[in-house]
């Protein structure tokens, strides 16, 4: 199977606009992702979809410069612009991820596609119970489950979350979740980007692990916040936006 990475990536965040683009340790964001996902084993190519929007040219010549393949599409449909980069990138298999997650775990990608491609099911992922720290998530499921998903709904919160209709339908898809096997406080940590606070958690991660060890993982993580427990409260209050609204 064609692995493929994809990256969903756009500059006009309601939380924090540009954030993809905000300098990690002398770095964009998007990069030091980019950085991580080349360590993973279990790939064939890892593409940006961004949107057409003229905000997003400097993602595109940033992947371009990073000699990455970036697909451009609608901003608002973001099932269909994975699953045209997907296509593009004539991909078998597609491992969705978001470009928000710059301390995400090369080892718990290929961990994931591996159980996905030893089992006999439609989708494999990490975020069905919340066992590994946001920010780590990861979901694997072929090219031709998307095309599914994009012809059985217009759904707008199906279309804006890509592997929402998946999940949310066991009854169609064969579901697998991967557990951390980490203690329960490991699962509510917030190591993703969405707001200031979580970019300086972020940053102050990688101010502390990386000069001395370019490729930490999970386990560095973890080991981390035991020893600096105090490191939780600096987003421990920002909170999640819901994936559907709550009907008034």
């Known amino acids: 199977m064609r692995v493929v990475t994809t990256i969903e990536a756009r500059m006009r965040s309601s939380r924090l606009p540009g954030k993809v683009l905000k300098p990690v340790l002398g770095k964009a964001m998007l990069a030091r992702m980019i950085e991580r996902l080349h360590r993973v084993a279990r790939w064939d190519e890892v593409v940006v979809a961004t949107t057409t929007h003229p905000a997003d040219d ?120 991967v557990a951390s096997g980490l203690p329960e406080w490991v699962g509510r940590l917030r190591l993703t980007v969405d707001t200031a606070d979580d970019l300086a958690l972020v940053e102050r991660v990688y101010e502390t692990l990386y000069p001395r060890n370019p490729t930490f993982g999970l386990t560095d993580l973890v080991a981390l916040f035991r020893r600096e427990p105090e490191l939780m409260e600096m987003n421990r209050h920002v909170r999640q936006k819901a994936v559907r609204q709550e009907s008034a």
């Open 58 to 177: 400097p993602i595109e010549e940033l992947a371009l410069a990073l000699d990455v393949r970036c697909h451009r599409g609608s901003e608002d449909d973001v099932l269909a612009r994975v699953l045209e980069a997907a296509t593009a990138a004539d991909a078998d298999l597609i491992v969705e991820t978001t470009a928000d997650c710059p301390l995400i775990d090369p080892g718990v990608i290929d961990q994931l596609v591996h159980t996905f491609q030893t089992n006999d099911v439609d989708y494999c992922a990490n975020v069905l119970a919340p066992t590994y720290p946001r920010g780590l998530d990861v979901q694997v499921f072929p090219r031709a489950v998307l095309a599914d998903v994009a012809a059985r709904t217009r759904e707008p919160a199906d279309r804006e979350h890509v592997s929402l209709y998946i999940y949310e339908h066991p009854e169609r898809y064969r579901l697998l979740n």
